[in-house]
T-cell receptor, first 114, second 114 residues
Framework: NAGVTQTPKFRILKIGQSMTLQCTQD?????MYWYRQDPGMGLKLIYY???????DKGEVPNGYNVSRSTTEDFPLRLELAAPSQTSVYFC?????????????FGAGSRLTVL | AQTVTQSQPEMSVQEAETVTLSCTYD???????LFWYKQPPSRQMILVIR??????QNATENRFSVNFQKAAKSFSLKISDSQLGDTAMYFC???????????FGQGTRLTINP
């Protein structure tokens, strides 16, 4: 199984541009998450989804949008990119939201906004 | 809101030595989960060990063990017989039961020297 797949791995954007980070999981997990990791810091939750058609905000949702039309896919949309969005983005999934279920992380997407 | 604090930004030990990474957390919850994640230079987030707060027995996984002190809100990670492959960032994380999200500490950069 591929697990959690993120694309692209690297991207450079100009200020004001928009883009979508793609995330797909093949484990039939209900829960999916987007985190960002700023240099030298831990991960912070942007958005999460408990199932198809349901999404909710995390700690740092401003400047981002998500959708969950299928169980497998959870894309993250950046509108009007800003330098503050320079970060490494991680998608993750789990069967349920309980801590009894381990999160499986993707390999991360490094985004630079210039 | 829960917070997780890792007070050691960097640590360095010789191969085969034992090293302990510190983590404290702040919560008013009684039921929760604690985790240690490893992030090697590949950026992949890898679960090292997990502890359920209702379990008094400390979790162990091969060379990795924790010292969970619930009253003190402390959750340290001990790595025995350290190996070069243990070189990585280590993140302590907290999840309140039913919260659907992980709260991460700032991380400790561990270097194992040959």
């Amino acid at each position: 199984n591929a697990g959690v797949t993120q694309t692209p791995k690297f991207r450079i954007l100009k200020i004001g541009q928009s883009m979508t980070l793609q995330c797909t999981q093949d484990m039939n997990h209900n829960y999916m998450y987007w985190y960002r990791q700023d240099p030298g810091m831990g991960l912070k939750l942007i958005y999460y989804s408990v199932g198809a058609g349901i999404t909710d905000k995390g700690e740092v949702p401003n400047g981002y949008n998500v959708s969950r039309s299928t169980t497998e896919d959870f894309p993250l949309r950046l509108e009007l990119a800003a330098p503050s969005q320079t970060s490494v983005y991680f998608c993750a999934s789990s069967m349920t939201g309980s801590g009894a279920n381990v999160l499986t992380f993707g390999a991360g997407s490094r985004l630079t906004v210039l | 809101a829960q917070t997780v604090t890792q007070s050691q930004p960097e640590m360095s030990v010789q191969e085969a030595e034992t090293v302990t990474l510190s983590c404290t957390y702040d919560t008013s919850e009684n039921n929760y989960y604690l985790f240690w994640y490893k992030q090697p230079p590949s950026r992949q987030m890898i679960l090292v060990i997990r502890q359920e707060a209702y379990k008094q027995q400390n979790a162990t996984e091969n060379r990795f063990s924790v010292n969970f002190q619930k009253a003190a809100k402390s959750f340290s990670l001990k790595i025995s017989d350290s190996q070069l492959g243990d070189t990585a960032m280590y993140f302590c994380a907290f999840m309140k039961q039913g919260a659907q999200k992980l709260v991460f500490g700032q991380g400790t950069r561990l270097t194992i020297n040959p």
